[in-house]
């Protein structure tokens, strides 16, 4: 229960105390329960000594009227707010989990799978929901009243309240054992449930692959094997609880055939009031129904509390730090001095790059798998920190600014392109979602996609499938470099943007780039040396360190790595079959 609070404490931050005036409305429930128990006990003490009246069967049946409009009043304003707020508060707890995400380094998303972030997301998101808007009103509930009832039997009989004492004595460890064990077996069984979401994405997406190959259904093991885990975990943790939730049960079952015998012996050996006796029974009664409802409910609450620990762990993960909101520069000119980069725990990517890139200008990446093409371009997009020295844009270090402020100032195509399922007009409005019908056509024009698009049966309101999953390759390419142009962003990223273009297509795009984005810096991950040999700096890398620097004059010149490749792409192009 204190590490529930804690919990809910640190996760909801300021909005928890919006959950007090609800614990104290389920605690005056609590006590208007036990006074109906009270009334009922007059009744009954009323019926035995003969007394029992008309007048005080209107006087009983008046304050168990009020008492249950009382109590309808409070469950209807304590369960209102409780519904209202949560939600809320799930909901800004959804925002925050999203934000503080995507302000992490991309080491984040190596450590950790789809399937995990997407549990941690919604299922961990919608137990904490429940634990806020059901359990904490009913676990209040069921310990306050407990706690009533048993200061009652003390006030009716020392010797009936410290019986009643010693039985819920017994029964809490059983409790907490039950509790420890539901909170282990929750987080194994929360493990399977993010191993199976994983194995489902994955089979999702390779699912043109896996028929290739004759891997659907129960062929593909990986997710066969997943499935088995989950099954397995299920059983076993209810399995475990088992034994420990039927003890607790018994014991506290206990309490009423206890009560018989105690009272029985106090009634007719020590003089007992048959009124106490009668009373003795009913509390007897409440409090095993209410602690049967707390073994119940009290294992749930240690399990779902697994989702608070799951959101506290990523909340714990550091974000990138910054200390300007915007990047406010007079230029566009970008310099990596004396950078040096490696991924946790592995050896140098990047070591000691030093080179400049003034607006205006195109630089090209090349160089073998592994050079530390793209590592320069997630640097400078800040999807890591540098482990050495400093990038800069404008003169200003880009670890000073707010990474949404920075890659607003960038326009990014690559080969993996991503495409939502949305319109085509959506989907190129990514680039900038104020921009006009005509600004939106106006960039597919120059990504010459404009012509295949209007042939669609709904021209750019057409939807495309997740991912772009119902277009070509070189189709969901030119739609990329649409948003690309429509966002006219001052640095411009490329990743090889015309490797699945024609080379009609090609040469169009190609001008189109050279009209569309002049006094631009541009980053260009190249493959085909023929599409960089116009490009002001080429930088040709290998393990990590600068080979050579220059245009493609300069290189030719040298007679180095980059002549060579040119030199035997030339002679590639020759060869015929």
Request: hydrophobic residues 45%; proline residues 2%; aromatic residues 8%.
């Amino acid at each position: 229960m204190r590490d529930m609070i804690l919990n809910i404490r640190k996760i909801a931050g300021k909005d928890s105390g919006k959950l007090i005036p609800v614990i104290l409305l389920s605690v005056l429930d609590s006590m208007l329960n036990s006074c109906m128990y009270g009334v009922m006990i007059f009744i009954l003490i009323d019926l035995a000594d003969s007394i029992f009246t008309f007048e005080k069967l209107k006087l009983y049946s008046l304050i168990l009227l009020g008492v249950f409009l009382l109590r309808c009043v409070t469950q209807a304003i304590s369960l209102s707010k409780v519904q209202h707020d949560g939600p809320v508060i799930s909901k800004k707890l959804r925002l925050s989990l999203g934000n503080h995400i995507r302000s992490l380094n991309l080491g984040f998303f190596n450590q950790n799978s789809q399937g995990r972030l997407n549990a941690i997301l919604t299922t961990d998101v919608s137990d904490f929901e429940t634990i806020l808007t059901h359990c904490v009103c009913d676990l209040v509930k069921a310990i306050a009243f407990s706690v009533f009832s048993l200061l009652i039997a003390f006030a009716l009989d020392w010797k009936f309240g410290i019986a009643i004492g010693v039985i819920a004595l017994l029964g809490l460890p059983l409790l907490n054992i039950s509790g420890t064990l539901s909170a282990r077996s929750g987080k194994r069984t929360h493990s399977a449930k993010e191993n199976v979401v994983s194995h489902l994405l994955e089979y999702i997406g390779g699912i043109k692959t896996f028929r290739l190959y004759n891997l659907t259904g129960e062929r593909f093991s990986r997710l066969d094997d997943a499935l088995l885990g989950l099954k397995k975990e299920s059983t076993k943790a209810e399995l475990s609880l088992l034994p420990f939730i039927l003890s607790f049960s018994t014991v506290t079952s206990c309490l009423i055939p206890i009560a018989l015998i105690l009272g029985a012996y106090l009634l007719t050996v020590q003089s007992m009031e048959p009124v106490s006796f009668i009373a003795v029974l009913l509390i007897a009664v409440s409090v095993s129904s209410m602690m049967s409802t707390l073994g119940s409910l009290y294992p749930q609450v240690r399990s779902l509390n697994r989702a608070c620990e799951n959101m506290l762990s990523v909340l714990g993960e550091k974000p990138f730090s910054y200390e300007k909101e915007t990047l406010k520069a007079s230029n566009a000119d970008i310099a990596f001095d004396h950078v040096s980069f490696s991924y946790t725990g592995k050896e140098q990517v990047l070591k000691d790059i030093s080179f400049a890139a003034k607006q205006g200008t195109t630089t090209a990446l090349i160089g073998p798998s592994g050079s530390g093409k793209t590592t320069i371009v997630s640097l400078l997009s800040r999807f890591w920190d540098v482990t050495g020295g400093r990038i800069t844009i404008g003169g200003q270090d880009i670890r000073d600014i707010s990474p949404d402020a920075l890659t607003a100032n960038m326009a990014v195509v690559f080969q993996d392109v991503y495409l939502l399922n949305d319109t085509i007009m959506n989907n190129i409005k990514v680039g900038k979602p104020d921009a006009s019908d005509a600004e939106v056509i106006s960039a597919a024009r120059s990504a010459n996609c404009h012509d295949f698009i209007v042939t669609m049966e709904n021209g750019y309101d057409t939807m495309i499938g997740e991912g772009g999953s119902t277009i070509s390759g070189g189709e969901r390419q030119r739609i990329s470099i649409a948003r690309a142009l429509l966002k006219d962003a001052p640095i411009v990223l490329l990743d090889e943007t015309t490797s699945s273009l024609d080379a009609d297509n090609e040469r169009e795009i190609q001008a189109a780039f050279d009209r569309l984005m002049q006094n631009k810096t541009v980053f260009v991950i190249a493959h085909r040396l023929n599409t960089i040999m116009g490009a002001d700096n080429i930088l040709v890398l290998n393990q990590g360190e600068i080979m050579e620097f220059g245009n493609h004059k300069e290189l030719m010149r040298t007679g180095g790595w980059y002549a060579q490749m040119v030199e035997q792409q030339r002679q590639a192009e020759q060869w015929a079959v």
